[in-house]
């Protein structure tokens, strides 16, 4: 895969600037030194390419788009041996101390003027009050850190006033859907099939196999997908959409820089240097995934929720309440995990039959701004 990247420009280099690895002993000295030494710090260049928050996701990024790329990304032994290394990497520094180093307000710091200008201008909402990082979530700017443990305590912050910042629109009206994470919409599709041909263009869904061959799975074959993406500087907490019972929850197990050939050199288009968000499509088929079924009052039925991790993204939380959940109690905004680590995307499965009035920004394109979690997101009728 390495000799299929062409050796001219804009490939000498990787899309943060790098030069280009060329083989793959350069790769795992890459890869070691990252997962014992790397922390994700603050960048403006990377923030702007999409690509803050995933150093292993840069070294793969032209890899990743050779049609050797495709096939190598696909293996399981080879995705059981990343996981290994994304993995060490959390534990070594993601969750330690060790990562600290760039929770600070010099360069490269997270707490930077220009970090927390970016921080703030992605979370504060459109004609509201503009609000400080500390006013925002919490923390304590007179400790060293700002109180936050490691790099991985920083990314899973709370907000300081979840009813205040980011209320549950409609809480006691069964017909709205609140939106389960701080993201923008990515895609909507009506009428999915049960199976279809999620690696070329378009992306469509192809519900069993997103599902994990759920028996779940044929109540949203014809029905209705909404995806939306999270970026790495969002809030990456998981919120339920309907109030109601969790009939089940797990992770399904997957790829972590699977991209499609349409990413790819094969492109008539060229590859996606952002190949991870331009196939977000694809990677709810193939990546790690947390799926939760939740079963609301009439007339939504039951719900389907995919929180998917993307390429450096390596754990899906799922909060303990709803582990093994046979029937678990669930209000509308209440949390159910969490993603760790990097940008992610979610989708929402809703049944064949059901109805949607869906808020402006929710139509894909509209806006590139986060739409609210826990705010209104559609109207469900029959």
């Known amino acids: 895969m390495f000799d299929e990247i062409p ?72 995705n ?52 400080r990082f500390d006013q925002l979530f919490e923390c304590d700017t007179t400790r060293e850190h700002w109180g936050f443990k490691s790099w991985d305590d920083f990314f899973v912050r709370k ?15 069964p017909r709205w859907i609140a939106n389960s994470c701080e993201s923008s919409p990515y895609a909507l599709q009506t009428n999915v099939k049960e199976y279809d041909t999620f690696w070329l263009k378009g992306q469509p869904y192809s519900v069993t196999e997103m599902l994990n061959h759920h028996p779940n799975a044929r109540h949203f074959v014809g029905g209705t997908v909404y995806q939306a993406f999270l970026s790495a500087t969002s809030y990456h907490r998981w919120h339920s959409p309907v109030a109601g019972k969790v009939v089940h929850a797990g992770v399904i197990n997957g790829t972590y820089f699977s991209a499609p050939t349409i990413t790819g050199f094969t492109s008539p288009d060229g590859p996606d240097p952002i190949s991870a968000c331009g196939a977000q499509g694809y990677i709810t088929h193939v990546a790690t995934r947390a799926v939760f079924f939740i079963q609301a009052e009439d007339p939504i039925g039951l719900v389907c929720v995919v929180f998917v991790g993307m390429a450096d993204v390596s754990t899906c939380g799922i909060s303990e309440k709803f582990l093994d959940s046979q029937g678990q109690e669930v209000a509308k905004g209440e949390e159910l995990g969490m993603f760790h680590h990097g940008g992610s995307t979610h989708c929402v499965l809703f049944r064949k039959g059901l109805r949607l009035a869906w808020v402006t920004a929710a139509s894909p394109g509209v806006s590139q701004r986060n739409i609210p979690v826990r705010s209104e997101l559609a109207y469900a009728y029959e």
Do not use: C
């Open 7 to 78: 050796n001219k420009e804009p490939y000498l280099s990787d899309p943060n600037g790098n030069r280009q690895i060329r083989d793959y002993k350069h790769m795992l000295d890459l890869f070691a030194y990252i997962m014992t030494e790397v922390a994700p710090k603050w960048s403006m260049t990377e923030y702007n390419s999409s690509m803050i928050g995933f150093p292993f996701n840069t070294v793969l990024d032209w890899p990743m788009a050779t049609p050797s790329g495709y096939a190598f990304f696909l293996k399981t032994e080879v």
């Open 80 to 131: 059981a041996k990343i996981k290994v290394i994304l993995d060490t990497w959390r534990d070594n520094i993601l969750t330690t101390s060790k990562s600290q180093y760039v929770l600070t307000s010099g360069p490269g710091g997270w707490f930077s003027q220009e970090a927390l200008a970016a921080l703030e201008g992605d979370t504060n909402m459109v004609g509201q009050p503009l609000l």
């Open 159 to 173: 907000f300081r006033d979840m009813d205040k910042i980011r209320p549950v629109g409609f809480p006691d009206d």
